[in-house]
């Protein structure tokens, strides 16, 4: 897979809005029912999330959509795998998804994903607003690339919605 920039890659941005929180914003041009579809059905997940180059995939994509419901990813990458995982508190679509989010490895970090998903004239708007359980944790995930990750798979994200709508 060659990573190239995908339509609105320049749209993507990141903030440290308090000491315990990253905010993630991007613009699919795509309708919000259909980011949201992207972005919690397992078929679709696979496509995108943490595709970031050869040697990338996600070979577990468990997602059971309902409050309360659990969610597990495997990224397979060059050098392993690693998983994340976590269960679904607040569902509105296609406005709202809020889940929690626990990376294998730091079982007793838990950190709280909300996605607000806005219409702009037809395309979407993502917030995506991760607060962590320490400052010293959303350092760590800061100094890990994470954003530059993150951007990546918005990019296929975009390429994604774009393949789904011809």
């Not at 809005?17 to 990253?22: A, D, L, T, W």
């Not at 795509?30 to 078929?43: D, G, I």
């Not at 998983?83 to 889940?99: C, M």
Request: net charge neutral; charged share 30%.
């Amino acid at each position: 897979m060659i990573v190239e920039k995908a339509r609105n890659s320049e749209s993507f941005t990141f903030t440290t809005p308090s000491e315990q929180e990253i905010r993630l914003t991007r613009l699919f041009d795509a309708p919000r029912q259909l980011v949201f579809e992207a972005m919690t059905k397992p078929e679709h997940v696979k496509r995108w999330w943490g595709c970031l180059g050869e040697g990338y995939s996600v070979p577990v994509c468990e997602i059971d959509l309902r409050v309360g419901g659990r969610w597990r990813f495997v990224n397979r990458h060059p050098k392993g795998e690693i998983a994340f995982y976590g269960e679904y508190r607040e569902i509105t679509p296609p406005r709202r998804l809020v889940f929690t989010e626990i990376f294998e490895q730091f079982p007793d970090s838990v950190s709280v994903v909300r996605s607000e998903f806005t219409d702009e004239n037809g395309k979407t708007r993502m917030t995506a607003t991760v607060r962590y359980p320490s400052v010293k944790v959303r350092d760590m995930v800061l100094a890990s690339g994470m954003t530059r990750g993150a951007g990546i798979s918005y990019d296929r994200l975009e390429d994604l919605v774009a393949e789904l709508q011809r």
